[in-house]
């Protein structure tokens, strides 16, 4: 027996809804987070991850209440990022109900904040958000910011070591190429970031075939995120699972009850 | 009713209400008096070894836990809450290791495994007298940990392997824990804290 690979559901929540869009100018109202992260976990999702895209103080305030009452009826792990600049907002997220939250933006700006969250919540509640595309940095991967669309100069192999010494718990790589193709994880980009660490690393960005998450833990990812496959039922949770168990990758089925 | 012992920040909403599931009534609490006579004690983990001790130690735990056994009333403790029922732990000391509430003899030490921290949904095996993961024999648990418990203590012991072999529960007497999160376990997880409010 051991550990499983996780399939983890990302939901983009903008003032207390799910929004859902190829990219970030086509979106389209699909539904209440709190529902759909009851049904995803009904069938058989290992995570949740809320990436709150709101633009507004009130948005945030919003989300925070998603968070409250997902907590109350939904007993998996729940990450929740997008727009934490500081420990307070840490604090708040898991007092709401949050175990884990995800940082980029405010990690880049300010790398102490890294070991700040960990000293005082523990590594495990950080997830640390690598957007990344290929560029001519050192190892080919960029660092991006605002959803890919700025580019930061920094490499994301340099960037990762340095995230995970200073006590990011987890890696969330985003891949911003594959982002939203289904054309599958960017693999290249997966076997490098994880020939650095030895922290959980979770795949994410284009996800599509059934074959496409075998290749990512092929390539060393420990879990596995997609939004748009699941949202627009191209597969359900349970199509992946057992597609993997078919295959001999360790995933939690669940048991009948 | 069942008291979360409240030592610290961190999520403990999902805690409450996962045990709110066995129909019981339960209060978050730091409160000596209300955690002392609560049916049920559960003792969460926060943060590292020894800033959960700080904790624990602001909020008069140790001698909570204590007393509440010699008086036999049930304890659970989960996660970072299950490693400080032991004597000591070396998380993040440079020399030794730390002091734990030390209601087992043993040492909670770095996993040695390729991937750390061991997070995810791994299964349980246990031994044949347990009680709390009756009806759960094929489930898996959500853990979240880098150090644990590699030696036996208590009446049964459950076991989980992450690189090496180590203990995920203890069932012994009036004082169980879990290194895994059974409230965020999703239904097995319920059904554990089910098992567990029904035997205390």
């Given at each position: ?25 086509n ?11 009851a ?6 999702v290992?995570?949740?991850t ?8 009130i ?76 560029a001519?940095?050192?190892?080919g991967?960029e ?48 076997t ?15 996800a ?8 990512a833990?092929?390539?060393g ?13 191209i597969h ?19 048991a009948?009850? | ?81 299950m490693?400080?029922?032991f ?13 734990g509430v ?13 991937i ?7 299964s ?8 709390l993961f ?37 069932e ?5 824990a ?23």
């Amino acid at each position: 027996m051991t550990l499983s690979v996780r399939i983890i559901a990302c939901l983009d929540v903008t003032d207390g809804r799910v929004v859902k869009g190829v990219n970030f100018t086509n979106l389209v109202d699909a539904g209440d987070p709190v529902e759909m992260a009851a049904l995803y976990g009904s069938e058989g999702v290992d995570e949740l991850t809320f990436l709150d895209i709101s633009a507004s103080i009130i948005g945030r305030e919003t989300t925070l209440d998603v968070v409250r009452r997902t907590a109350e009826q939904v007993f998996i792990p729940l990450t929740v990022g997008g727009g934490i600049r500081s420990v307070e907002d840490v604090d708040r997220l898991l007092r709401a109900g949050a175990d884990k939250v995800s940082m980029n933006t405010a990690a880049i700006e300010r790398p102490e904040l890294i070991a700040e969250i960990a000293d005082k919540f523990g590594s495990q509640v950080l997830v640390l958000s690598v957007d990344a595309r290929r560029a001519r940095t050192e190892s080919g991967f960029e660092v991006t910011t605002h959803g890919g669309r700025e580019g930061t100069g920094i490499d994301a192999l340099a960037w990762t070591e340095k995230a995970c010494a200073l006590g990011a718990g987890e890696i969330l790589l985003n891949s911003m190429d594959a982002d939203g193709t289904r054309a599958g994880y960017d693999i290249g980009m997966i076997t490098a970031i994880r020939s650095v660490t030895k922290t959980p690393l979770i795949a994410s960005g284009g996800a599509g075939a059934l074959e496409d998450f075998a290749a990512a833990i092929d390539a060393g990812a420990d879990a596995l995120l997609a939004a748009s496959v699941f949202h627009f039922g191209i597969h359900r949770i349970g199509d992946v699972k057992s597609y993997l168990n078919t295959h001999n990758y360790p995933v939690r089925m669940q048991a009948a009850r | 009713m069942i008291a979360i012992l409240d030592y610290g920040s961190g999520n403990l909403r999902s805690a409450e209400r996962a045990f709110a599931t066995s129909g019981l009534d339960v209060v978050v609490t730091s409160d000596r008096e209300v955690a002392l006579n609560a049916k049920g004690l559960v003792v969460p983990g926060v943060g590292a070894f020894a800033a959960c001790m700080q904790g624990l130690n602001a909020v008069g735990g140790p001698e909570i836990i204590r007393e509440r056994i010699v008086n036999e009333r049930p304890v659970l403790g989960i996660c970072i809450g299950m490693q400080i029922l032991f004597s000591r732990g070396t998380e993040h000391s440079k020399n030794g290791s730390h002091a734990g509430v030390g209601i087992w003899d043993g040492e909670v030490s770095l996993l040695e495994a390729p991937i750390l921290p061991h997070m995810g949904w791994n299964s349980v095996e246990s031994d044949a007298q347990t009680v709390l993961f009756q009806g759960l024999e094929n489930e898996s648990f959500y853990f979240v940990h880098s150090y644990a418990a590699k030696k036996a203590v208590g009446k049964a012991q459950s076991w989980t392997t992450h690189g090496e072999k180590f203990v995920s529960a203890v069932e012994d007497g009036y004082v169980s824990a879990t290194q895994f999160h059974p409230e965020k376990s999703g239904d097995a997880g319920l059904a554990f804290i089910k098992n567990w409010t029904k035997s205390i």
